[in-house]
């Protein structure tokens, strides 16, 4: 069981790496797969929201291969 919930943990964090054609996209992305990825470990869903999306705007700025 402990298993299955970080996997599926790492999997939606990988939806962080899916950057949106304008900042708009790139934040409801990364909050939305930090929202899931809070909620599957039983944290606050607000604050995986926020951390997600932020992390996944920096990363799509701060990368090229990002459009």
Do not use: H, W
């Not at 939806?15 to 708009?24: I, P, Q, R």
């Amino acid at each position: 069981m402990q298993f299955s919930k970080l996997a599926l943990a790492l999997a939606v964090c990988g939806g962080l790496s899916a950057c949106g054609d304008n900042f708009g996209e790139q934040a409801l992305f990364g909050g939305g797969a930090g929202a899931l990825g809070a909620a599957v470990l039983n944290a606050d869903p607000i604050v995986g929201a926020a951390v997600g999306a932020a992390g996944n705007v920096l990363y799509c700025k701060t990368q090229n291969n990002c459009r």
